[in-house]
């Protein structure tokens, strides 16, 4: 290149002086015959050319309007000019090799280290056009923007892009969005430059090498997505630094409660709670850690946890659930003790079922854009509706700003029908809780018959925030309508603006269920797997009271349930609402206890009741476990009660398992009671216990304690 340059001065300085009036003639000719040329191309829409003979040369290199100004004054001062450009050609091939060998010795560099970046071209054959800004009507008028403001304007555009990127929308979609903006804005048609197709990873950054990144304006730019006029300018690549993860804002919002503390037996010997068959717990925690981040500790209810997975409990003999109760050895404490309270539904009736009536309630509001809301959502019906049968019936309600109905209800058999109904859905506006549920109810009490099933499946991020948006309000809502016999349930999809504590007040109060769907496989499990115990519910309002032995139990704590914690005389009035059970639902809640004498007990007894006596029953029990239930459609409960009989026994791998869950929820959350057990303990009692394990789904919760683990050593 140094060669070259040097020819080319020896070239000029060779040449003859121009004389002042014959130049400023020529330069005067040549700037006429270009002004004419580029208001006949106006004319014409033809689209200028990078390259070409003789004045395009000069066309394709955009001029600013402070040059075009200075060289009018130069040339209104010049004397008359006479004779043509071409009668000195050295000159002009001299200024010609000039400039293009200038601006290849600028952008050679740039074009490396671009090339290296982006990768090979998609052929051979494929070239990348860079073409000169189209001049708008009077560009002589349009002021000269500065630096930043050109930036600010690329960032507007590239907008639409880097939310593709993020996974908000398709890349030609993004595209198509952001030549539109500019359109709009400026008021005339906006071409886009022609270049490769561009493949977006969300996962990936915008820098594809490790040494280069560019920031997302000038990529955008220089990849082609951006209208001619930004790509005639190449910018030099900035400098790398490290890769930083941007933290997320989140609105996420979770039911509060205080961690359970020891009770003295003496003072209060009574414990009851609600049953919980809610899973949503646990996927959202399996969610946090799997994005590198350990839970918010009100997201950790460790009652979900436990009942996440399945058990191999005894199957009921007549009632609609067995109970179960044994004692064994703590496994963070030798010197207490688990009492396993364990609860098996009875099995799905076997033969035909009744029928079912489904109104999906979906939410369209802008919050579910995410590939992991409303786009998981659709494939997750699609496994849904392949287990309905031919006699049940779908409707699909749904909201945003306002509600509507998007499919009247239709028989399951019509597949293509309904699945068309789903994909026409796309989120906007904000989200109209109460309309959509109060249009979803009507429909479902159209459509509940005789002997039939009728149940709202609610599908949202949580996220009320038009309408009835305070919890207590939801749930004297809901209340005010499950007596019709329709159930909710409630599935939760997507990250930033989840509200968990709306969905468990929606699913509890509406006789349903909760779960948290963070993947196709969870929804496979909760849609496919467990869909019989969502549609044939067998108990309604399930309590559970258990009273212990002062004169055996020093004190004792229920390990979880906060949230479903009742009054003691809530538990004989049948007005009290609790949870439901369905088909082959089970439920496991574990106390923990301290025998009277225990080294281990945290409190002493009081010095005015050392000498009390038990009153009925037995001397010699640890306690007295009773439950309540109705059944569906009645309005009186019914009573099981089994005792706590003395001695410990070994456990076996079902009760090993759910004590190391307990275990994984309290490291989780409120370590206080666990003394030095800590990540290495409870690995290991699950390893030890995963048992059968048939799909895998306690394998991987020690997978997933590994990495909870690990997050918390940092």
Same mark, same amino acid.
């Given at each position: 290149m140094s060669d070259e340059l040097k020819r080319l001065e020896r070239a000029l300085s060779s040449a003859p002086a121009p004389e002042a009036e014959v130049k400023s003639g020529h330069l005067k000719a040549a700037l006429d015959g270009f002004d004419q040329r580029q208001a006949a191309d106006q004319e014409s829409n033809a689209e200028p050319r990078l390259s070409g003979e003789g004045r395009d040369d000069i066309r394709s290199r955009p001029r600013s309007p402070r040059r075009d100004a200075s060289m009018n004054r130069s040339l209104s001062h010049s004397p008359s000019h006479r004779r043509p450009l071409h009668r000195r050609p050295s000159v002009a091939a001299a200024a010609s090799l000039a400039a293009l060998s200038l601006g290849l010795y600028l952008l050679w560099p740039q074009a490396q280290d671009f090339d290296a970046m982006t990768g090979p071209e998609p052929s051979q054959d494929a070239e990348m056009a860079v073409s000169p800004p189209r001049t708008a009507s009077k560009p002589e008028s349009a002021p000269e923007s500065t630096e930043g403001e050109r930036l600010?304007?690329? =960032? &507007?555009?590239?907008?639409?892009?880097?939310?593709? *990127?993020? #996974?908000?929308? @398709?890349?030609?979609? /993004? +595209?198509?969005?952001?030549?539109?903006?500019?359109?709009?804005?400026?008021?005339?048609?906006?071409?886009?430059?022609?270049?490769?197709?561009?493949?977006?990873?969300?996962?990936?950054?915008?820098?594809?090498?490790?040494?280069?990144?560019?920031?997302?304006?000038?990529?955008?730019?220089?990849?082609?997505?951006?209208?001619?006029?930004?790509?005639?300018?190449?910018?030099?690549?900035?400098?790398?630094?490290?890769?930083?993860?941007?933290?997320?804002?989140?609105?996420?919002?979770?039911?509060?409660?205080?961690?359970?503390?020891?009770?003295?037996?003496?003072?209060?010997?009574?414990?009851?709670?609600?049953?919980?068959?809610?899973? =949503? &717990?646990?996927?959202?925690?399996?969610?946090?850690? *799997?994005? #590198?981040?350990? @839970?918010?500790?009100? /997201? +950790?209810?460790?009652?979900?946890?436990?009942?996440?997975?399945?058990?191999?409990?005894?199957?009921?003999?007549?009632?609609?659930?067995?109970?179960?109760?044994?004692?064994?050895?703590?496994?963070?404490?030798?010197?207490?003790?688990?009492?396993?309270?364990?609860?098996?539904?009875?099995?799905?009736?076997?033969?035909?079922?009744?029928?079912?009536?489904?109104?999906?309630?979906?939410?369209?509001?802008?919050?579910?854009?995410?590939?992991?809301?409303?786009?998981?959502?659709?494939?997750?019906?699609?496994?849904?509706?392949?287990?309905?049968?031919?006699?049940?019936?779908?409707?699909?309600?749904?909201?945003?700003?306002?509600?509507?109905?998007?499919?009247?209800?239709?028989?399951?058999?019509?597949?293509?029908?309904?699945?068309?109904?789903?994909?026409?859905?796309?989120?906007?506006?904000?989200?109209?809780?109460?309309?959509?549920?109060?249009?979803?109810?009507?429909?479902?009490?159209?459509?509940n018959g005789e002997d039939e099933t009728t149940r709202v499946l609610l599908a949202t991020d949580g996220d009320f925030n038009l309408g009835l948006s305070d919890p207590e309000a939801l749930e004297r809502f809901i209340a005010d309508r499950r007596e019709g016999g329709v159930y909710l349930s409630v599935l939760g999809f997507g990250r930033g603006n989840l509200d968990d504590a709306v969905m468990q007040s929606l699913a509890q109060y509406g006789n349903g269920q909760a779960a948290y769907i963070d993947s196709l496989a969870e929804a496979q499990k909760v849609l496919v797997d467990q869909l019989a115990a969502s549609l044939e519910p067998i108990a309604n309002d399930v309590k559970v009271q258990v009273e212990f032995n002062p004169a055996r139990v020093q004190e004792y704590r229920l390990i979880g349930y906060e949230t479903r914690a009742l009054r003691r005389e809530d538990f004989r009035n049948d007005r009290v609402d609790a949870g439901d059970i369905g088909a082959g639902h089970q439920v496991t809640a574990l106390y923990e206890i301290a025998p009277v004498g225990s080294s281990a007990a945290l409190t002493r007894p009081s010095r005015y009741q050392q000498g009390q006596q038990v009153t009925g029953g037995q001397h010699d029990e640890l306690g007295h476990v009773a439950l309540r239930y109705k059944v569906p459609g009645e309005s009186q409960s019914r009573l099981i009660e089994t005792p706590i009989s003395p001695g410990v026994t070994t456990a076996d791998s079902e009760a090993s398992f759910a004590a190391a869950i307990a275990g994984f929820g309290q490291l989780l959350g409120d370590d206080r009671y666990l003394g030095d057990w800590g990540w290495d303990e409870a690995i290991a009692l699950a390893e030890a216990s995963k048992g059968k394990d048939r799909y895998g789904y306690r394998a991987e919760a020690v997978r997933l304690m590994r990495l909870a683990g690990g997050l918390s050593d940092r």
């Open positions: 600010a304007i690329v =960032a &507007s555009k590239t907008g639409p892009v880097a939310d593709q *990127m993020a #996974g908000d929308m @398709p890349l030609d979609t /993004a +595209v198509v969005t952001a030549v539109e903006t500019e359109s709009k804005s400026a008021g005339q048609v906006t071409q886009l430059a022609e270049a490769p197709r561009l493949s977006v990873s969300r996962s990936s950054s915008l820098s594809s090498s490790p040494s280069t990144s560019l920031s997302p304006s000038i990529s955008m730019e220089m990849r082609g997505l951006m209208p001619s006029q930004e790509v005639a300018r190449i910018a030099p690549l900035p400098s790398p630094g490290p890769s930083v993860q941007v933290p997320t804002a989140t609105s996420e919002a979770y039911p509060e409660f205080d961690a359970s503390s020891v009770r003295v037996t003496a003072e209060t010997p009574v414990s009851t709670f609600s049953v919980d068959v809610d899973t =949503a &717990s646990y996927a959202v925690v399996r969610s946090s850690l *799997m994005q #590198g981040q350990l @839970p918010p500790p009100q /997201a +950790v209810r460790i009652e979900e946890m436990i009942n996440y997975f399945g058990y191999d409990y005894p199957q009921p003999d007549a009632e609609a659930f067995r109970p179960m109760v044994d004692v064994f050895a703590s496994p963070w404490n030798p010197e207490r003790q688990l009492v396993r309270v364990a609860l098996q539904g009875r099995a799905a009736t076997p033969g035909p079922r009744s029928p079912v009536n489904l109104v999906l309630l979906i939410d369209t509001s802008g919050s579910m854009r995410s590939p992991d809301k409303l786009p998981l959502l659709k494939r997750s019906m699609a496994l849904l509706l392949g287990e309905l049968n031919d006699d049940d019936e779908v409707a699909i309600v749904t909201y945003a700003g306002s509600a509507g109905v998007a499919l009247a209800p239709t028989g399951a058999s019509n597949t293509e029908e309904i699945m068309q109904a789903l994909e026409s859905l796309a989120p906007s506006g904000g989200t109209a809780g109460e309309a959509g549920l109060s249009q979803a109810y009507r429909l479902a009490g159209q459509m």
